[in-house]
């Protein structure tokens, strides 16, 4: 069974820190991604890594202060420092079997996780 695991959101205060952890299992995957929904929007791209690269992509508004990375077996992580109020969201974790060029499109990814809420208080 392929799954996409989720963890380490929560309460923050702004300009403080976060690390998100996503696991993966049951497939080995090539392009892993982070995206966001906050409420009443559309779900975004923050940041991609290729597992064999690792070739990373950011948001604009998200580079600087996050940072994609990932272990030698099956974890990406996504840490996120100077945290503002607009970063609050629940955040998903994708993967794609695939290298593809689209990493910042919903459509490139082919299994998700669960999302973690992470909120930032002002």
């Known amino acids: 069974q392929v799954q996409l695991v989720e963890s380490g959101g929560g309460l923050v205060q702004a300009g403080g820190s976060l690390r998100l952890s996503c696991t993966a299992s049951?497939?080995?995957?090539?392009?892993y991604a982070w995206f966001r929904q906050a409420p009443g929007k559309e779900r975004e791209f923050v940041t991609s890594?290729?597992?064999?690269?690792?070739?990373t992509y950011y948001a604009d508004s998200v580079k600087g202060r996050f940072t994609v990375s990932r272990d030698n077996k099956n974890t990406v992580y996504l840490q996120m420092n100077s945290l503002k109020s607009e970063d609050t969201a629940v955040y998903y974790c994708?993967?794609?079997?695939?290298?593809?060029?689209?990493?910042?499109?919903?459509?490139?990814?082919?299994?998700w996780g669960q999302g973690t809420q992470v909120t930032v208080s002002s």
């Open positions: 994708a993967a794609s079997l695939w290298s593809i060029d689209s990493y910042y499109s919903l459509d490139g990814y082919d299994y």
């Open positions: 049951g497939r080995t995957f090539v392009t």
């Open positions: 890594i290729r597992w064999s690269g690792p070739t």
